[in-house]
């Protein structure tokens, strides 16, 4: 195939998955952002944002789980497209029963799941049909529309009412969902997208075991499960309790405290950039690169805890979750698409996904009950030190690490 049909077709099915990603992330970072105005209206107490927060990234990561699996046996158009269209008609309906005693949780949660069946399927879909040298840059892109889409969000709750933040939100993921449909069509009628050129290891004769998972052991999965747990309670927990940290711990109000964090994520969204730059920079080496960010992120985080002076609190609050991101790009840009003979990319990065949230999930419920045990202070130590982790994790362990 000639070089520029490569680039174009890249620069295509790239520009789709980012746009229909960032709509993803605008979505899932509504609550974080308009979580301010909800608790000083009185709709939700922060026990009940966290119980929100923390159902949404349990079914969201048993969703990755089934929806990645399934991921690799269902066509991504039907995956993607569909994922969004639910995902934006359960939204709709958790902002119309948000008063409820039980409905918004249970509509809040579906949201959750369907639209878990949207990265999995994405990322097969980019590393299977984008020639290798350009799917890193093409994964960059939704990587980085899943960082930008929290300051979007924050843009959307500085001139809306959370009502209509959750309605912009909602009208976006439905649209997208149709646009979706209707371009993978158009792309599988040109040769753009194809299915089934990498297939998984059958399972082994006696049934007990399958090759495609001693496989993935062997690629690594085991050193890239933990990341994706240190990396998952930064990049989804920290961001989501961002709002509240700046408005509690440091004093701003809820308007102030929503520019902020818009202005916050803004900066963090630039990560996958970073990532790349540091990654080109060290030779292309991840483990290079994560131990770097790593380190970056837990001395941040430390200077957070001794730094009283709320402006630059927040900055070296922003690097932490920026450096920590680097590393999180690592996972997701890299490793991910590098399955793509396995025949598994899915499901190996809907599991990743699923320890994620799980994590997340489970640090979420737990933040939101430490703020009055221990304190933000005692919390911003916490995240140090799941950064310390990350250091150690990122060690080059085994000899193939330091290639």
């Known amino acids: 195939m000639d070089k520029k049909i490569k680039i174009r077709n890249a620069l295509l099915l790239g520009s789709l998955c980012a746009v229909s990603y960032l709509a993803v992330y605008i979505a899932r970072n509504v609550l974080g952002t308009v979580s301010p105005?909800?608790?000083?209206?009185?709709?939700?107490?922060?026990?009940?944002?966290?119980?929100?927060?923390?159902?949404?990234?349990i079914t969201y990561a048993i969703g990755q789980l089934i929806n990645g699996v399934i991921g690799d046996k269902i066509k991504a158009k039907y995956m993607i497209s569909f994922g969004l269209i639910l995902a934006g008609?359960?939204?709709?309906?958790?902002?119309?029963?948000?008063?409820a005693p039980l409905t918004p949780y249970i509509a809040y949660g579906l949201t959750g799941f369907f639209l878990s069946m949207i990265y999995g399927p994405?990322?097969?879909?980019v590393s299977e049909n984008i020639a290798?040298?350009?799917?890193?840059?093409?994964?960059?892109?939704?990587?980085?529309?899943?960082?930008?889409?929290?300051?979007?969000?924050?843009?959307?709750?500085?001139?809306?009412?959370?009502?209509?933040?959750?309605?912009?939100?909602?009208?976006?993921?439905?649209?997208?969902?149709v646009?979706?449909?209707?371009?993978?069509?158009?792309?599988?009628?040109?040769?753009?997208?194809?299915?089934?050129q990498y297939q998984p290891p059958k399972r082994k004769q006696d049934g007990t075991k399958t090759d495609g998972i001693k496989l993935l052991v062997e690629k690594g999965i085991i050193r890239y499960t933990l990341i994706s747990v240190l990396t998952g309670v930064?990049?989804?927990?920290?961001?989501?309790?961002?709002?509240?940290?700046?408005?509690?711990?440091?004093?701003?109000?809820?308007?102030?405290?929503?520019?902020?964090?818009?202005?916050?994520?803004?900066?963090?969204?630039?990560?996958?950039?970073?990532?790349?730059?540091?990654?080109?920079?060290?030779?292309?080496?991840?483990?290079r690169t994560m131990l770097v960010a790593f380190i970056?992120?837990?001395?941040?985080?430390?200077?957070?805890?001794?730094?009283k002076t709320p402006v630059l609190n927040v900055g070296f609050m922003i690097l932490a979750i920026l450096s920590s991101n680097v590393a999180a790009s690592m996972l997701w840009s890299y490793y991910c698409p590098s399955l793509r003979d396995t025949g598994m990319v899915s499901g190996a990065t809907g599991f990743l996904d699923f320890v994620s949230y799980m994590a997340a999930s489970a640090s979420s419920a737990l933040f939101a009950n430490a703020v009055s045990d221990i304190g933000w202070s005692g919390l911003i130590l916490i995240w140090a030190g799941l950064m310390v982790a990350g250091v150690l994790v990122s060690l080059p362990w085994r000899r193939r690490d330091t290639i």
């Open 179 to 196: 646009v979706c449909f209707v371009i993978f069509c158009m792309f599988e009628r040109k040769g753009i997208v194809t299915y089934g």
């Open 234 to 287: 930064v990049r989804t927990t920290v961001v989501f309790w961002l709002p509240t940290y700046i408005s509690q711990h440091l004093g701003f109000s809820a308007e102030t405290s929503a520019l902020l964090f818009t202005v916050s994520t803004l900066v963090i969204s630039l990560s996958a950039f970073i990532a790349v730059f540091l990654y080109e920079r060290l030779g292309h080496n991840m483990t």
């Open 296 to 307: 970056a992120s837990a001395v941040s985080f430390a200077v957070v805890y001794v730094l």
């Open 89 to 99: 008609i359960s939204g709709v309906l958790f902002s119309l029963t948000a008063s």
């Open 132 to 177: 290798p040298v350009y799917v890193a840059r093409c994964s960059l892109g939704y990587t980085f529309a899943s960082f930008f889409g929290s300051p979007l969000a924050g843009v959307l709750a500085m001139f809306l009412t959370w009502q209509g933040v959750f309605a912009a939100s909602n009208a976006a993921l439905i649209g997208m969902g």
């Open 37 to 57: 105005q909800m608790i000083e209206g009185g709709v939700f107490t922060e026990e009940q944002i966290g119980t929100l927060s923390s159902l949404y990234f």
């Open 122 to 125: 994405m990322t097969k879909v």
